[in-house]
């Protein structure tokens, strides 16, 4: 069965403190891992794709990275505008994407 | 600006009551999705459509309808026949069904 699992739920930084959230999925065949960042109250927004093992993304002081089984997105000395649901999804074979429950990241100043 | 506008931001519904939310979109994307949100919960598909005249059901279509008579337009219908339907839904549109998706703002909605 196709699942994708996002860890840990929640997150608290201190502003500056470097950390990584995880993404970790079982598909029949993977067609694109996705990061969308989501504010409270506010539809998703998109923040990069990965098709590839090893290929990894960066904007900001966000970075994505992809193996086999899951993804990181890591966060370099964050901000507190940074805080906000970071969501994982991942498009299988048939194309309907699937996603996970969201990490909530806060950052303390 | 081009995007995706939802309406109404907040909804109130009686039990036995229908009620439609409203998507439109000046993007001039093909394909567009109603997706449903629980804490806790990844996102869940209820209908997408990929041109106009033309809808496929979701995961959880059981007591929602909808409608593509418009390109720009998606407009979800919660039936009462849905049991549980305070939620918070978001609507999203892709230049194609592979493609990376734009969301509204969402519609909160609530049962009394």
């Known amino acids: 069965e196709d699942q994708v699992t996002q860890s840990p739920e929640a997150l608290r930084l201190q502003e500056g403190e470097s950390s990584s959230l995880n993404c970790s999925y079982t598909v029949s065949g993977l067609r694109g891992l996705f990061w969308y960042r989501q504010d409270p109250g506010k539809g998703p927004e998109f923040l990069f794709t990965l098709y590839s093992a090893g290929e990894e993304k960066e904007k900001e002081r966000l970075k994505a990275t992809l193996t086999k089984k899951e993804s990181f997105l890591h966060i370099t000395a964050p901000k507190p505008e940074d805080s906000a649901t970071y969501l994982c999804a991942v498009r299988p074979l048939n194309y309907q994407l699937i996603w996970g429950a969201g990490t909530k990241l806060i950052i303390k100043p | 600006d081009g995007g995706i506008t939802q309406s109404p931001k907040y909804l109130f519904r009686k039990e036995g009551q229908n009620v439609t939310l409203s998507c439109e979109q000046n993007?001039?994307?093909?394909?567009m999705y109603w997706y449903r949100q629980d804490p806790g919960q990844g996102l869940r598909l209820i209908y997408y459509s990929q041109i106009v005249n033309d809808f496929q059901k979701g995961d959880i279509a059981e007591g929602y309808s909808v409608s593509r008579e418009k390109k720009e337009s998606f407009p979800l219908t919660v039936t009462s026949a849905q049991k549980n339907p305070t939620a918070f839904y978001l609507c999203?549109?892709?230049?194609?069904?592979?493609?990376?998706?734009?969301f509204g703002a969402g519609s909160r909605l609530t049962v009394l």
């Open positions: 999203a549109s892709s230049t194609g069904v592979s493609n990376v998706l734009t």
């Open positions: 993007l001039n994307h093909d394909a």
